[in-house]
């Protein structure tokens, strides 16, 4: 985990994971950082301001994304199962579906929560679903096939990051093993 000086790129704090944990999703969640691991099934909870690690917990699938609506965290595992969850208990509060003309969609990447909809990138692939939270329906793509980014230098250099500053209206994009960080700008008929 890292705080990043976004002008700079300077490492302002930084806390490793141990080497037995592949970390994945994370969100923010009040004032502590929520952490998935891939394939461990353990996810560990942090202080915000500390990176100091407060908490651990366990669920059932691996763990690809991590988000929250402000009440519920929202769990992707790669399959076409978003699984909301307590954000206290970790209790598994409901899951749904997602579909797009009726066809089930799989690989749900990574996750950001924007304006009421649930945004999910697909693995492997340069599109973002636009989800309706509440039945699982993609309401929109969001294509980034365009951006200017050195794709294909290795297997896994793909989009896999996705957030969102509230307090600024900004959303971010990247990928593993890109070099940058981008902003887009959405068209709003895409949200």
Do not use: C
């Amino acid at each position: 985990i890292r705080k990043v000086e976004m002008d700079t790129g300077n490492i302002l704090m930084q806390y490793n994971l141990s080497d037995e944990y592949f970390g994945e999703g994370m969100t923010i969640f009040e004032d502590r950082i929520i952490q998935l691991t891939w394939k461990s099934r353990i996810g560990f909870v942090y202080d915000l301001e500390t990176f100091e690690r407060e908490d651990e917990f366990y669920y059932a699938s691996e763990g690809w994304g991590l988000t929250h609506d402000g009440e519920r965290l929202i769990m992707s595992d790669g399959s076409s199962t978003l699984t909301f969850l307590d954000p206290d208990s970790f209790e598994v509060l409901g899951n749904i579906q997602v579909k797009a003309g009726g066809e089930k969609i799989t690989q749900l990447n990574e996750l950001e929560y924007v304006d009421g909809k649930i945004l999910a990138n697909i693995w492997k692939s340069d599109r973002i679903a636009v989800i309706s939270p509440e039945n699982g329906n993609v309401t929109g793509w969001i294509d980034l096939a365009d951006l200017p980014v050195g794709k294909g230098a290795t297997p896994a250099d793909v989009l896999n990051g996705i957030a969102y500053d509230g307090t600024n209206d900004r959303l971010f994009v990247t990928g593993k093993l890109w070099p940058q960080v981008f902003e887009i700008v959405l068209d709003p008929r895409e949200l």
